[in-house]
């Protein structure tokens, strides 16, 4: 078995570490960066057990926890492809697997003892009866896409890539081995796994895993890990704001990302976070893309996504749509450390991409005098609607299946607790009579919950522009000032 | 203090958007997971609820797991709260 690039960079470290105290935790078990490699040997030999010494690829359910951590650990050192995603949650179901994984591997939630810190207390391996049987690339991370409604895609990234994104990030933020990182979000997505952990683990960085974290969790942990980095969200900035009685003094850099920050929280909660707050712009295929500095002004930090991290490059075009609510110029993105492309169920590629190649971010954008970015909405019309994002027109195609309507248009409306509010217009088929509650009852059955408009209207008829496309902007005014 | 904690049932019931019948909450039932669910959300709602509801402030040192373990130790942590408020206001 060849000696991988995340191998070598990982005996560095841990012998770099061994001089210092620095540590991983989820705090109930941890381990200081000398154990990890007899740690990461006893997953290796377990994953061997049975294996036909083809190449393979898990799918790898990950919770926060140091286990979840070092089974990662071990399969990059090993360059095993897998699939990473985060565990169901609460029931017992089980995600499903693509075809290509041979077997899956659940990590135990219950933290195992010291004593019993063996791979077989707490790792479950369980072959995928779906499993074709076709041949995987060595050397693969693969995630889920988000996806809008149900029809995800799969990201490839090579672990090469994924190692040069982490020093990327580790570089622009300072991580060292004096850092203390920790890790609220899932360490199964990109943002939490590519743009935080893989950082700090290549850095020597202590880690402080957590586990579906509230605010209650969030602040034991704080008090007793002391974390100088912090990688969030928008929920957790809010939720912090909530709890914290008094400033903290002690992050170096407190960065949120993941969706669009408003403007209003970061000015309230930056300063409890003594004015480090970051809003870092990335994605799933991109991995970290552009960034403040945590001693930029708040104006900037507030308002921009700064500037591009070393060797990504920004371009803006102008918008090809001519939807009036969709304004500035599309956001384009040059990566040297970006996905390889995407591959569906049964790992054949739907589309490659290539680092010299420009990757269409979705988003709208301007560039201020001084260089820096502001993002300033979706290309394609969309809204995150508790917690997901969910582009209407997908909304729009699922309700036209429906029998009795000829036309739907579906606008983001009011701002609640959740995100936009989802309105749909329904013009009924002729002769057709329908009122906005049946066909409300029918959307449950066809959307996922998160897509279904709050509030439908039927209308014989939608406003339309000189042009004779449908005047969207009027419809929005409707529901506003209803 | 069963005061404050039929008070608080209530508040769980009729303000937080968590969909718990008044019967159906357990005082001594746990609030996060395998108990009543507050999800991270609700948690917040419910420290601002009381805090709005009661005129208490929490203290930091009082957002733990043990003061939020369930309805009936919030309900003496707000008692408590709200006795040292009264004493401080009459002194």
């Not at chain 1, 995603?85 to 219950?110: E, H, M, W």
């Not at chain 1, 997505?189 to 743009?195: E, I, R």
């Not at chain 1, 508790?386 to 309700?399: A, N, Q, T």
């Not at chain 2, 797991?65 to 408020?85: G, T």
Request: some cysteine; glycine content about 8%.
């Amino acid at each position: 078995m060849g000696h991988s690039p995340f191998a070598t960079a990982l005996e560095g470290i841990t012998a770099a570490a061994s001089t210092s105290a620095s540590f991983v935790t989820d705090g109930a078990f941890t381990c200081t960066y000398t154990e990890i490699p007899g740690f990461i040997e006893q997953i290796v030999q377990l994953l061997d057990e049975g294996g036909t010494g083809q190449p393979s690829c898990p799918i790898v359910e990950c919770p926060n926890t140091l286990a979840g951590a070092l089974l990662c650990l071990a399969l990059m050192k090993n360059g095993t492809s897998f699939v990473l995603i985060p565990p169901a949650q609460g029931g017992t179901d089980l995600k499903p697997a693509p075809n290509f994984c041979d077997y899956r591997l659940v990590v135990s939630q219950n933290a195992p003892t010291r004593d019993a810190f063996a791979p077989r207390a707490y790792l479950r391996k369980e072959l995928n009866p779906g499993y074709n049987g076709r041949p995987v690339d060595r050397g693969r991370l693969y995630l889920r896409t988000s996806g809008s409604m149900g029809v995800s895609k799969i990201v490839a990234h090579t672990h090469d890539r994924l190692i040069g994104n982490a020093r990327n990030v580790a570089r622009k933020y300072g991580f060292s081995a004096q850092s203390r990182a920790a890790i609220p979000v899932p360490v199964a997505h990109m943002y939490g796994f590519g743009a935080e952990f893989l950082p700090a683990i290549l850095t020597g960085a202590s880690i402080d895993l957590q586990e579906r974290t509230n605010l209650l969790k969030y602040l034991d942990r704080e008090k007793r890990f002391q974390p100088t980095i912090v990688f969030a969200t928008p929920a957790v900035c809010e939720m912090l704001k909530a709890g914290y009685k008094t400033p903290r003094t002690q992050y170096e850099v407190f960065v949120t990302s993941g969706q669009r920050i408003t403007e209003e929280l970061f000015r309230a909660f930056d300063p409890f976070v003594g004015g480090r707050l970051i809003n870092q712009y990335g994605s799933t295929e991109m991995g970290a893309i552009s960034a403040c500095d945590p001693s930029d002004n708040i104006e900037l930090r507030a308002t921009t996504i700064g500037r591009p991290l070393d060797g990504v490059n920004l371009r803006l075009d102008p918008l090809a749509s001519a939807e009036p609510e969709q304004k500035g110029t599309q956001l384009y993105c040059r990566h040297p450390y970006g996905f390889e492309g995407y591959i569906d169920e049964n790992g054949e590629w739907i589309e490659q991409a290539s680092p010299a190649g420009w990757y269409r971010t979705g988003d709208t954008a301007v560039r201020q005098t001084d260089g820096s970015i502001v993002v300033t909405g979706r290309a394609d019309a969309s809204v995150n609607r508790r917690g997901y994002l969910v582009l209407l027109s997908d909304i729009e195609r699922v309700m036209e299946q429906l029998d009795a309507i000829s036309t739907v248009v579906v606008v983001a409306g009011k701002e609640d607790k959740q995100g936009p509010r989802i309105a749909a217009f329904c013009v009924p088929r002729p002769g057709d009579s329908v009122d906005g509650a049946q066909l409300r009852a029918r959307c449950f059955e066809l959307l996922p919950h998160y897509a279904i408009p709050d509030e439908i209207h039927v209308t014989p008829s939608l406003p339309l522009l000189p042009t004779g496309k449908i005047d969207r902007q009027q419809l929005v005014a409707l529901i506003a000032y209803r | 203090m069963d005061n404050t904690l039929e008070r608080l049932k209530h508040l769980v019931a009729d303000k937080l958007d968590m969909n718990l019948k008044i019967d159906d909450i357990d005082p001594d039932a746990p609030l996060l997971e395998e108990g009543l669910k507050l999800d991270s959300l609700a948690i917040v709602e419910l420290i601002t609820l009381s805090e709005e509801s009661f005129g208490i402030e929490f203290g930091e040192d009082q957002l733990n797991m043990n003061a939020f373990a369930n309805l009936r130790s919030l309900a003496a942590v707000i008692a408590s709260s709200r006795s040292q408020a009264r004493s401080a206001g009459t002194s």
